[in-house]
């Protein structure tokens, strides 16, 4: 039987380092635009819907087909974690898979968030986060990460690719999601955990006027 699948494009109005961000002109259209577009070409949500701090992109998802959830006043502050605003969305729509298509990705397409929704599903993960490898000479707190301090130095392609977590495209299967905020408090990553890698140039998010300078 098909699981019910809805993508959550989350989209808080305030900023701190790019303000107004998802509302920022990419090539003439707003952000946010670009990750409704993915969304629907993808094929494979059953509803797309804006998840919101602001009415003013409920005319955004009016604009462009799309569906609106204004969260409570409680979820929009910058301060305000992840976790809960997935755990409110959950509450109320009646979704058996939620993916957060990340609208400060504008460079990820639909055929990207397709195969990934699929192998999710196939291989029955109860989370998944994208990432992007990288595979060079890492540190941490002035500590080789993937590299040995002792004898020659090491060949690029030698080395174990360090994962970063990108965010394009997060996903959950909502009832493990519940059980995990009821027990833990927490459930961003949980259970069976999926690192999904991504091509490095759909990897970029905008953060920035630097990013977006970049993407644009």
């Known amino acids: ?6 993508a959550m494009i989350p989209a ?3 900023s701190t380092r790019l303000k107004m961000k998802n509302l920022a002109l990419i090539n003439g259209k707003p952000m946010i635009y670009y990750a409704i577009q993915a969304a629907k070409d993808s094929d494979i ?5 804006i998840n919101s701090d602001s009415e003013i992109f409920s005319e955004i998802a009016e604009r462009y087909g799309v569906e609106f959830y204004l969260r ?3 979820l929009g502050g910058s301060e305000i974690k992840s976790d809960d605003v997935v755990f409110d969305f959950i509450k109320q729509h009646n979704a058996e898979i939620v993916a957060w ?3 400060i990705s504008p460079l990820q397409a639909g055929i990207d968030i397709r195969n990934i929704v699929l192998h999710f599903q196939k291989n029955n993960f109860n989370s998944l986060i994208t990432v992007v490898e990288r ?3 890492c540190v ?22 360090i994962q970063e977590m990108v965010y394009s495209i997060m996903m959950w299967d909502t009832s493990s999601y ?9 459930a961003i990553l949980h259970g069976a955990i999926c690192y999904h890698p991504i091509n490095k140039l759909k990897s970029l998010i905008v953060k920035n006027h630097n990013d977006l300078m970049i993407v644009d």
């Open 178 to 186: 519940v059980k995990a905020m009821k027990i833990n408090g927490s």
């Open 101 to 103: 298509v990340n609208p």
């Open 140 to 161: 941490y707190n002035q500590m080789p990460l993937n590299f040995e301090l002792e004898g020659k130095f090491a060949q690029t392609q030698d080395l174990i690719p």
């Open 12 to 14: 808080r109005i305030g």
């Open 1 to 6: 039987m098909k699981k019910k699948i809805f």
């Open 135 to 137: 595979q060079a000479h």
């Open 45 to 49: 949500f059953d509803k797309i819907i």
């Open 72 to 74: 409570p006043k409680r």
